[in-house]
């Protein structure tokens, strides 16, 4: 077990990779009363053509099975895995993005028993044709609510209107059609192949001893056997920059228009260096100038273009990244054109060393804030570590950015041909 102290967050994180390839993450906080779990594959919705474990060709499998996928492993033939937490004083959870699936519990006891539950149940599947055709109609019901919700379907369409080939275009749950021709043998197929110890990172922080949790994961999957694990071969689209569409609409019941505007990005040439350093001088950025104190905002708020819904994010992931930006707003035409424009400025007007070294400032108190959360840091950590980054080093990382590393990046962040608005009216 090696153990690793990281003295200026006063953090010390235990790992160990275990001889079935699982890499386990253990990070005590004595003073918690609280211990939180998070078991994640590094597999989400967009991984749908890959070549699966023991073949040599590549199959497409239907779009949403990774979240079917998710809700199955819950079920087994004479329980349900829900019911085995509730009796174990804790509380538990999953989710699917387009890169990961997720399975996490929260307790204050019997912490030993929850950690053996989460860690077999994920590890058991169980999916029989009578099951899976039950949770189709389950599925179907929660993709037409999303349907009927203004803020993911304008998330969506923009997604839509920036990404013309990638399979982050498509709804982490699928469409209605797609999960109807979701099999059992799918099912298998992307488990065996994705759902490997060897693809999977175990997160633990709260209260406990390390060594004898160490021990008994350890234990758990020792008394385990997994076939023999192939690299995970992995198959996407060539995508180009610009979007796939420059403006889209849609028709909803909403009180007030909806406008997003997404710009895309393109990650995949860049280094594990390069990309954490894009990534953070891009929320950096975004921050700096849409934050409440931002000049941006103020003058959007200012001229009445925005109301308190306004928002702004980015997400890089390991083949695709984009940030949107948007609002409520009774004049979408108006805020898209000033929106733009003021993210074009960027490449003009420059930063002074002064209002940087702020920025830094903030970004360090952010991360060190979110650090009091056990389901921030197991979260991160993980998200990081999957893309070959220590999380735990972001905050020396931010200290060294130069002035001219942030001058580099709005240099060359965005073009007219990356950027694109989606606009939600009332029917």
């Given at each position: 077990?090696?153990?690793?102290?990281?003295?200026?967050?006063?953090?010390?994180?235990?790992?160990?990779?275990?001889?079935?390839?699982?890499?386990?993450?253990?990070?005590?906080?004595?003073?918690?009363?609280?211990?939180?779990?998070?078991?994640?594959?590094?597999?989400?919705?967009?991984?749908?053509?890959?070549?699966?474990?023991?073949?040599?060709?590549?199959?497409?499998v239907p779009e949403g099975v990774a979240h079917f996928l998710e809700h199955k492993l819950f079920e087994k033939k004479d329980r349900d895995v829900f019911a085995d937490f509730g009796k174990q004083g804790a509380s538990p959870n999953a989710y699917t993005s387009f890169t990961k699936?997720?399975?996490?519990?929260?307790?204050?006891?019997?912490?030993?028993?929850?950690?053996?539950?989460?860690?077999?149940?994920?590890?058991?599947?169980?999916?029989?044709?009578?099951s899976v055709e039950?949770?189709?109609?389950?599925?179907?019901?929660?993709?037409?609510?999303?349907?009927?919700?203004?803020?993911?379907?304008?998330f969506m369409g923009t997604i839509k209107s920036m990404f013309k080939e990638h399979p982050v275009n498509i709804d982490i749950a699928g469409t209605v059609d797609s999960i109807y021709t979701?099999?059992?043998?799918?099912?298998?197929?992307?488990?065996?192949?994705?759902?490997?110890?060897?693809?999977?990172?175990?997160?633990?922080?709260?209260?406990?001893?390390?060594?004898?949790?160490?021990?008994?994961?350890?234990?758990?999957?020792?008394?385990?056997?997994?076939?023999?694990?192939?690299?995970?071969?992995?198959?996407?689209?060539?995508?180009?920059?610009?979007?796939?569409?420059?403006?889209?609409?849609?028709?909803?019941?909403?009180?007030?228009p909806k406008c997003t505007i997404g710009i895309k990005d393109t990650v995949s040439t860049l280094s594990e260096q390069e990309f954490l350093k894009r990534e953070l001088l891009q929320s950096m950025v975004l921050d700096h100038y849409f934050s409440k104190g931002g000049d941006f905002y103020q003058e959007l708020y200012q001229s009445e273009l925005i109301d308190d819904s306004f928002f702004y994010e980015t997400n890089l992931e390991r083949n695709f990244g984009y940030t949107l930006i948007g609002s409520n707003t009774h004049k979408p035409e108006a805020f898209a054109k000033k929106v733009k424009e003021m993210l074009l400025s960027t490449r003009?007007?420059?930063?002074?060393?002064?209002?940087?070294?702020?920025?830094?400032?903030?970004?360090?108190?952010?991360?060190?804030?979110?650090?009091?959360?056990?389901?921030?840091?197991a979260s991160k950590y993980t998200h990081y570590h999957m893309l070959g980054i220590d999380f735990f080093n972001l905050i020396p990382e931010i200290q060294a950015f130069k002035l001219e590393d942030a001058h580099a990046f709005l240099n060359e962040w965005i073009s007219d041909e990356q950027m694109t608005t989606h606009v939600i009216t009332n029917e």
């Open positions: 077990m090696n153990k690793q102290v990281y003295e200026e967050i006063s953090e010390t994180l235990y790992t160990e990779k275990m001889d079935n390839g699982l890499t386990v993450f253990l990070l005590p906080r004595s003073e918690m009363a609280k211990t939180y779990g998070l078991f994640t594959t590094n597999y989400g919705s967009i991984d749908q053509t890959f070549t699966p474990i023991g073949s040599n060709e590549a199959v497409t699936t997720a399975y996490l519990f929260s307790a204050t006891n019997h912490i030993d028993k929850n950690v053996e539950t989460l860690l077999d149940f994920v590890q058991d599947p169980y999916f029989s044709e009578e039950k949770e189709k109609g389950i599925i179907a019901q929660e993709i037409k609510m999303y349907d009927d919700q203004p803020d993911w379907q304008s979701i099999t059992k043998d799918d099912l298998y197929t992307c488990y065996n192949t994705f759902y490997h110890p060897e693809n999977m990172v175990f997160f633990l922080a709260g209260n406990f001893d390390p060594t004898s949790m160490m021990e008994l994961i350890k234990t758990n999957q020792n008394a385990k056997s997994f076939q023999k694990m192939d690299e995970i071969k992995r198959q996407f689209p060539e995508e180009k920059l610009e979007v796939a569409s420059e403006n889209s609409e849609q028709t909803m019941s909403v009180s007030v003009d007007i420059g930063l002074e060393k002064e209002d940087f070294n702020r920025m830094k400032k903030k970004k360090i108190g952010q991360l060190l804030r979110s650090m009091n959360s056990l389901e921030f840091i």
